[in-house]
């Protein structure tokens, strides 16, 4: 099973960036389609973004044009980088690996907390 370690999280004011980082562990990672999710406070988890192998990519319509999802199969690791960010966009982060063609999570990593304040 593969493990999942974010970082990159913290507090930003709204207009700002920040760049997520997600490093995984086991040889499986070139293969794996990989994903953004946040969950707010009393809402339900939601995906963000989500990378392919082939680096075909995917975002929902609340953070198209704002954020961009990208792998580097060489160093396990996928990124989410922030921009324009907005107080509606806190949240806990999360990073999955995920079964190409169902989209269906193999694994979750322990998430990591943004903030961004108005």
């Known amino acids: 099973q593969v493990q999942l370690v974010e970082s990159g999280g913290g507090l930003v004011q709204a207009g700002g960036s920040l760049r997520l980082s997600c490093t995984a562990s086991?040889?499986?990672?070139?293969?794996?389609?990989m994903g953004w999710s946040r969950q707010a406070p009393g809402k339900q988890r939601e995906l963000v973004a989500s990378?392919?192998?082939?680096?075909?990519?995917n975002y929902a319509d609340s953070v198209k044009g704002r954020f961009t999802i990208s792998r580097d199969n060489a160093k396990n690791t996928v990124y989410l980088q922030m921009n324009s960010l907005k107080p509606e966009d806190t949240a806990v982060y999360y990073c999955?690996?995920?079964?190409?063609?169902?989209?269906?999570?193999?694994?979750w990593g322990q998430g990591t907390q943004v903030t961004v304040s108005s």
């Open positions: 999955s690996s995920r079964r190409l063609i169902t989209g269906s999570v193999l694994s």
């Open positions: 086991g040889s499986i990672f070139s293969t794996a389609l």
């Open positions: 990378i392919a192998s082939s680096g075909s990519t």
